[in-house]
């Protein structure tokens, strides 16, 4: 079966800290992949998006995620915290087989950026 | 321009009662999901519609059904609920072909089942 796998249930880390959050994805197909946050009591926004193309992306409020085919993942990485940042964070993958937009999620990361 | 807007906010049903929730897409999308998103867990597929078809269905009960209005807003309906369809329910819209794989959020109907 498809599925996104989350490494890290939660991930604290003190303000102005780089920050990795964990995903890898299982597929023998090509995918989309996608980060989105979560703030608490709202719905999920988009963050960055691989669709083709360059395997490193990037958002605007500073964070990227890099493609690694081989090694199916999409770590997403930020060099420095803002606590603006504490939030839950998916990783998710559409199959390239096809319109199907069928987003599958992972379990999600609770990053906590402390003072 | 508007967001993807749901209704009602929250909602408080007792089991076995049915529950309608709504949502409207972003001007000019034409496809609607709705997904559902238990408390501590990912946001899990429930359906998909474009131009008022079922295209996608996810892996829940029969007693889980939406469809698709003319002007592309779309219900989705829970019938005989139980205690643990609480959850956050979500609807995304998004164009259709290449660009079906960039979705927005609602920020959700919190559903609780007493």
């Known amino acids: 079966a498809q599925s996104v796998t989350q490494l890290d249930s939660q991930v604290p880390v003190f303000e102005e800290a780089p920050v990795e959050l964990r995903c890898n994805y299982s597929s023998s197909v090509s995918v989309y992949l996608f980060w989105y946050v979560q703030y608490p009591n709202q719905g999920l926004q988009l963050l960055l998006k691989y669709l083709s193309g360059s395997t490193l992306v990037e958002s605007i409020n500073g964070f990227e995620a890099e493609f690694n085919k081989s090694q199916t993942s999409f770590h997403l990485r930020k060099p420095s915290v803002h606590i603006s940042d504490t939030a839950e964070y998916f990783c998710?993958?559409?199959?390239?087989?096809?319109?199907?937009?069928?987003?599958?999620f992972g379990q999600g990361t609770t990053l906590q950026v402390k003072p | 321009d508007a967001g993807v807007t749901q209704s009602p906010t929250h909602l408080i049903k007792t089991r076995g009662q049915q529950v309608t929730l709504r949502c409207s897409p972003i001007s000019g999308h034409k496809s609607v999901s709705w997904y559902q998103q238990v408390l501590g867990q990912g946001p899990q597929f429930i359906f998909q519609?474009?131009?008022?078809?079922?295209?996608g269905r996810g892996n829940f009960p029969d007693r889980f059904s939406a469809r698709q209005f003319p002007n592309y807003s779309s219900e989705l309906n829970v019938n005989a609920l139980l205690l643990g369809d609480s959850a956050l329910y979500l609807c995304?819209?998004?164009?259709?072909?290449?660009?079906?794989?960039?979705?927005?959020f609602g920020p959700g109907t919190r559903l609780t089942v007493t």
């Open positions: 995304a819209s998004s164009l259709w072909g290449p660009a079906l794989q960039e979705q927005y």
């Open positions: 519609y474009y131009e008022k078809e079922e295209r």
């Open positions: 998710a993958v559409i199959h390239g087989s096809g319109n199907t937009g069928k987003l599958i």
